[in-house]
C-alpha cells in the first residue's frame, strides 16, 4: 500500500508534498559532487521495481547532468554551408543513458543494474543509477558479461537502440 502511495505521489510531484521537499533538497545537491553514493533511494518504490534491495551488494549513485542546449557554433570563415547544422540537432544518448555510463566509469566494480529520474530544474537533470556489486552478487543475480551499460543492455541503452519502445504499441 506504501508503495502504491509513493508511485502516486510521484506522478504529479509539484502537486504534493514532493515539489516542496524536493526543491529544498536540490539546493544541497547543486553543491554536491555530479556522481555520489546515496545511503537510500530518494523513490524507494521506483528502485525497488528496477532490482534494488536494502542488502548488502547493491548500491544507488545519484548522477547530475547538465541540461545544456544542444546547439554546435556557427562556421565563422570559408565558405558558408547551405544548412549549418547549428540548431535543432538531436542527441544521440539521452541523458539517463549518459548518467549510467558516468555512475559506471566512477564505479568500476559495480554493474549498472537500471536507473531512474529524480529531480531537474532549469540546469541539471538528477538521476539515480541502481548498482550491484558483481562480487557480492554473482549467484544471486544474472548481470551477463561486464559491462553492459556501455553495450546498451539498460533499459536506456535498449531504448536508445530501438528495442525497447514505452507506450508506443
Do not use: C
Request: glycine share 8%; net charge positive; aromatic share 10%.
Amino acid at each position: 500500500m506504501a508503495y502504491k502511495y509513493l508511485t502516486s505521489v510521484w506522478k504529479r510531484p509539484d502537486d504534493s508534498f514532493v515539489g516542496n521537499l524536493m526543491s529544498q533538497r536540490v539546493v544541497e545537491w547543486r553543491r554536491q559532487p555530479a556522481v555520489l553514493r546515496v545511503e537510500r533511494p530518494t523513490r524507494l518504490d521506483r528502485a525497488r521495481t528496477l532490482g534494488y534491495r536494502a542488502k548488502q551488494g547493491f548500491v544507488v549513485v545519484r548522477v547530475r547532468v547538465g541540461r545544456r542546449s544542444f546547439r554546435r557554433p556557427r562556421p565563422r570563415s570559408g565558405r558558408r554551408p547551405k544548412r549549418m547544422g547549428v540548431a535543432k540537432l538531436k542527441l544521440a544518448k539521452s541523458l539517463r543513458l549518459v548518467a549510467e555510463e558516468r555512475a559506471a566509469r566512477k564505479f568500476p566494480n559495480l554493474e549498472v543494474l537500471n536507473s531512474y529520474w529524480v529531480w531537474e530544474d532549469g540546469r541539471y537533470k538528477w538521476f539515480e543509477v541502481v548498482m550491484a556489486d558483481r562480487a557480492l552478487l554473482s549467484g544471486q543475480i544474472d548481470l551477463g558479461h561486464r559491462g553492459r551499460v556501455f553495450r546498451g543492455q539498460t533499459a536506456a541503452g535498449r531504448r536508445v537502440r530501438g528495442l525497447l519502445h514505452m507506450g508506443k504499441g
